[in-house]
């Protein structure tokens, strides 16, 4: 990377990096007000105070994609170890369970295999964590998000599925590129950084691995991540 680009990227970080002490800063105060103020306050004020906790996490989101997108195309490696694969996923879908019950939905664990393969495993504890929120972004209340996986010659497979609005044919072969939006919307109003899955296709690309998707409008979308079984 040559000098003025390097010099770019380290502005761009710092001047986000800036903005996450304010805007944790106004998050903690609108948490403060709703748990200490909120007796004294109408259902109006209550409701504005709700409106900037939301919009302010979603700022923050925003900032730690942005940074981490960075990261991925300044630091093109993974620290790679032999880790169980089992424990990784049920730990990531212990982390979603207060939001799946918010829309009722089941996150259903189907024929996990016990297996340990050589990956970063923080990193793909953010690809699970990414995947898995998109999917109950996208789906309907009181259905179903199954997480299954197989074993073939050279890859350890992970499927997502969900039953939600699926995707457009037309829009999935830029779905993976930064700050892509799709015609379908979070079922719940959710928000959405356009960051999330292109986070994950440079991790797993990081990992020699490959990810794909099948979807069906109406019916639902299956993610699938294909890891190398040996380095």
């Known amino acids: 990377m040559d000098n003025g680009l390097l010099q770019k990227e380290e502005v761009f970080h710092q001047i986000i990096h ?18 200490v103020l909120s007796p004294d306050l109408n259902e109006n004020q209550k409701e504005v105070i709700r409106k900037i906790k939301k919009h302010t996490q979603f700022a923050l989101e925003l900032i730690e994609d942005l940074l981490e997108i960075q990261n991925l195309n300044v630091n093109f490696s993974v620290d790679k170890q032999l880790i169980p694969i089992k424990p990784l996923i049920e730990n990531a879908v212990q982390g979603h369970l207060i939001k799946a019950a918010e829309k009722n939905i089941e996150i259903k664990i189907n024929t996990l295999t016990d297996i340990s393969i050589p990956a970063d495993e923080r990193r ?55 700050f892509s939006q799709i015609s379908s919307r979070p079922t719940g109003g959710e928000k959405s950084t356009g960051l999330g899955l292109s986070i994950v296709k440079k991790i797993i690309e990081l990992h020699k691995g490959e ?11 299956t993610f699938t991540i294909k890891l190398p079984l040996v380095e």
């Open 18 to 35: 800036d903005l996450k002490s304010p805007l944790a800063s106004v998050l903690g105060l609108s948490e403060i007000f709703i748990r």
């Open 124 to 178: 793909l504890k953010q690809v699970m964590d990414n995947l898995i929120s998109n999917a109950l972004k996208f789906s309907h209340p009181e259905t179903q998000i199954i997480i299954s996986t197989k074993i073939d010659k050279e890859y350890f497979h992970i499927m997502i599925t969900d039953q939600g609005i699926g995707i457009p044919k037309e829009e999935i072969s830029n779905l993976f590129q930064p």
């Open 211 to 221: 990810i794909t998707i099948e979807s069906e409008e109406a019916k639902g979308s």
